[in-house]
Each structure stands twice: as C-alpha cells, then as structure tokens.
C-alpha cells in the first residue's frame, strides 16, 4: 500500500518544496512548472515499474490479452515518453493531455488486478483498493488538468476549431 504514498509524494513534492522556497524568499511561484514537474517524476515512476516489476505488470492484465510482456514494455515507453516530454517546454502541454488520456485509458487494469487481488502495489487488498486507488486516479486527472494544462492555448484552439466548423458548416442564425 505503500505505492500510492510514493506517487502523491512524488507529485507534489515539486510544488511544495518550491512554494516553501518561495515563502521564505517572499517570491511568487511558478505553479505550472513545478506541477508538470512533479508529473513528469511520476511518469518517470510509473514506467520504472514496467521494467522493474514486469512479471507484477502483466498479472495486471487480463489473459485474454495478446502479448501481454510486449504491452507491458510498450506501455512502459509511452509513459517514459510522455515523463520526458513533460520536461520539455515545447511538448508539456500535448504531454499533460497525452497523460490525462493515459490516466483514464490504464485505469480498466488498476480495477482488474484489484478484483483479482493481484499480490503487487496494494492490489492484494482485493476490491477495497479501489476506495484508495480511484480517488488517486481521479486527483491525478484534476493535478494534470487544472495544474499542467497552458489554459492560455486552450481558447486558441478552441477559436481555430470553430473557425474550421464555420467554413465547413455555415450556420444562418
């Protein structure tokens, strides 16, 4: 059970270690940056776990899945990928989406080892890990959505979207 403490650690260690840094110092926080940062440990953790405990990771999936050591080592890279890119000025926005995406695509695999009480990262308590592991996913979600995304590119893209709906679609009002 200790995995989930060492994941919101490693989330938030970032934020707050600069926020105490910049009280003391009476400066203000670059919030975005040291949120993406404790994200990108995080994924950094994440896919440590598939190269370390591999065995651990395929009893996570079911075993009607083809090549399950090959998703487990995929999955590994896309999330060592998605870690880096976090890193990378130019990719953290499309990285955090990338990231939210995975957070709600991985889940199914978190509730099966769960109802299967897998013996790894707290699934071997059965079902009742659900009641720690879904509200982590979900402050996970909220972290990378409201803390990593660049609001300032959303309504950007949000215009060209509509701007490409109207050329496509003219609508008479």
């Given at each position: ?100 995406c995975v957070f709600v695509l991985f889940f199914p695999a978190n509730v099966y080892s769960a109802m299967n009480a897998n013996d790894f990262g707290?699934?071997q308590w059965g079902p009742i890990y659900l009641l720690v592991r879904t509200p982590l996913q979900l402050f996970l979600v909220a972290w990378a ?29």
């Open positions: 059970m200790i995995t989930p403490i060492i994941i919101i650690i490693l989330l938030v260690s970032p934020l707050a270690i600069a926020y105490f840094i910049g009280l003391v110092k009476g400066t203000l926080v670059a919030v975005r940056k040291y949120a993406l940062w404790g994200l990108g440990a995080t994924f950094l953790f994440f896919s440590i776990g598939h190269f370390v405990k591999t065995d651990e990771m395929i009893q996570m999936l079911p075993t009607w899945v083809p090549f399950r050591l090959a998703v487990v080592y995929v999955t590994g890279v896309i999330e060592l990928f998605i870690s880096i890119a976090l890193f990378t000025p130019r990719f953290q926005n499309n990285a955090t989406m990338i990231a939210i707290g699934y959505y409201f803390l990593c995304l660049d609001s300032n590119k959303w309504p950007r893209l949000t215009s060209k979207l509509n701007t490409k709906l109207r050329k496509n679609n003219p609508v008479s009002l």
